[in-house]
């Protein structure tokens, strides 16, 4: 029976995306017969993904968390900030600064509109990371003994953690997963770029195997590792939507969902809100037909809303706070439209993947992807456009797109006016390569390899 570690941030009943990913890959590892033990953060969050933390039973888990006295420091540090910083934050006009790269001006996300705050941000997370790993470094002795360590990135603890093992026992095979690039695209401030950089040239070079959710993050990795990186996507899990009971309601209007993030603003809905709003003023749909729902966190509804304020459509929004993702799947079943939004970037080759447009793809419902950036054929439009999952539409071909999702829209609403549904028909062989199923065999197959 192969043996397997797993250490990560987010696990089973974690209330993210990001512990998607993780617990899929361990429920279906173990029901293949592998010996799955997790070490992972232990969170005091309010709100639990039930769906996750049954997919989870059965499953050995080490949790670790932080040491009063860094909350502490952290707390002090917060408090301190959080004037300096509330003043800044809602101002989105504020975060647009001049590319180095390409020399133009482009919209950054807080922490590198603001550098300095955002290098401090960074280092305190930081510390706090380190502080995860330490409050568990001397039970990482006892979980030498396996024949595979993997470790999923999307923070420094499984960097850290990972580092140790694999120091303190090389014939042991390390996995990098990873979930989001280490040195971040528009995301990781100038000051501390460096440190990024340093444990990029180390996991590229230690680790036995890298993994990656997208093939622009695989091809971050410098051509001479090149030999040892796969591209696994994130996916859905069809199980996930067993049992969830939706409320078959109509009451005449078209509805629009989106669920999750958009990180800081970088991610925009705005070519929705404006062509919704040019079919509004051309009478080709009513107003009082519409009605767009979000369900995240409030600062993200917040410039969610900011962009539809723009477009005087602020009253089409529905928000339904932060709820527990049993609760987000049941939205995205009862509505016609799934809205979802991401950012690439050419000169970065950034293959951003979101997670919530794959989880999207077990809804049975037609997709609307909005891209922001300079990339041409960013890879999630790719999936859209082969899947016949909806429409994608690209910042960096915006004349073309603009038109075509103005299009798509007039549709639709001319489609749901005389049947009440919106045909949808996507390629299922596409939709297949998706599933945790298929996706969790394919991670088996390479842990097997270099394992063999």
Same mark, same amino acid.
Do not use: M
């Given at each position: 029976m192969r043996k397997v570690l797993l250490v990560c941030n987010y696990f089973a009943p974690d209330n993210t995306i990001a512990a998607v990913r993780t617990t899929k890959l361990a429920k279906y590892m173990r029901q293949q017969g592998y010996e799955v033990t997790v070490i992972a953060e232990e969170k005091n969050d309010t709100?639990?993904?039930?769906?996750?933390?049954k997919d989870a039973e059965n499953i050995h888990v080490i949790w670790t968390k932080n040491s009063k006295g860094v909350l502490k420091i952290i707390a002090a540090y917060k408090k301190v900030i959080a004037p300096i910083k509330d003043k800044r934050y809602k101002r989105l006009d504020d975060r647009v600064r001049v590319n180095k790269k390409t020399g133009k001006e482009e919209f950054y996300p807080f922490e590198t509109a603001h550098a300095i705050i955002g290098s401090l941000d960074y280092l305190f997370e930081l510390l706090r990371q380190f502080d995860l790993f330490k409050n568990i470094k001397d039970k990482l002795q006892d979980y030498c003994d396996y024949d595979c360590l993997f470790t999923s990135y999307g923070d420094f603890f499984s960097i850290f953690a990972g580092i140790y093992i694999h120091k303190k026992k090389k014939d042991l095979k390390w996995i990098?997963?990873?979930r989001d690039s280490i040195c971040r695209y528009k995301f990781t401030p100038d000051y501390v770029r460096w440190i990024a950089k340093y444990y990029e040239r180390y996991i590229w070079r230690e680790a036995d195997c890298i993994t990656a959710v997208s093939k622009?993050?695989?091809?971050?990795?410098?051509?001479?590792?090149?030999?040892?990186?796969?591209?696994?996507?994130?996916?859905?899990?069809?199980s996930d939507r067993d049992n969830i009971v939706i409320d078959k309601y109509d009451n005449g209007k078209i509805k629009f969902a989106y669920t999750g993030a958009m990180y800081g603003g970088l991610q925009s809905i705005t070519p929705l809100f404006s062509c919704i709003r040019e079919l509004i003023n051309e009478n080709k749909i009513k107003k009082d037909k519409v009605e767009i729902h979000f369900a995240g966190k409030n600062t993200a509804y917040e410039i969610f809303l900011s962009q539809a304020v723009k477009y005087k459509l602020s009253e089409l929004c529905i928000y339904h706070g932060k709820v527990q993702r049993k609760e987000a799947l049941k939205l995205q079943m009862e509505s016609d439209i799934l809205l979802v939004s991401a950012f690439d970037y050419q000169d970065n080759v950034m293959g951003v993947i979101t997670g919530k447009a794959l989880e999207y793809m077990s809804a049975n419902k037609p997709i609307i992807a909005m891209i922001s950036g300079d990339k041409d054929k960013s890879e999630?439009?790719?999936?859209?456009?082969?899947?016949?999952?909806?429409?994608?539409? +690209?910042? !960096?071909?915006?004349?073309?797109?603009?038109? %075509?999702? /103005?299009?798509?829209?007039?549709?639709?609403?001319?489609?749901?006016?005389?049947?009440? +549904?919106? !045909?949808?028909?996507?390629?299922?062989?596409? %939709?297949? /390569?998706?599933?945790y199923r298929y996706l969790s065999k394919k991670m088996m197959k390479i842990m097997d390899a270099i394992m063999s």
């Open positions: 709100i639990t993904d039930s769906i996750l933390k990098f997963d990873i622009g993050i695989c091809r971050n990795i410098p051509k001479k590792y090149w030999k040892k990186v796969h591209c696994v996507t994130n996916g859905y899990d069809v999630l439009a790719e999936i859209i456009q082969n899947g016949r999952l909806g429409i994608a539409y +690209e910042e !960096a071909h915006h004349a073309e797109d603009i038109k %075509l999702l /103005k299009e798509y829209l007039q549709n639709i609403f001319k489609e749901y006016e005389k049947k009440g +549904e919106i !045909a949808y028909e996507p390629n299922r062989s596409v %939709l297949r /390569k998706y599933d």
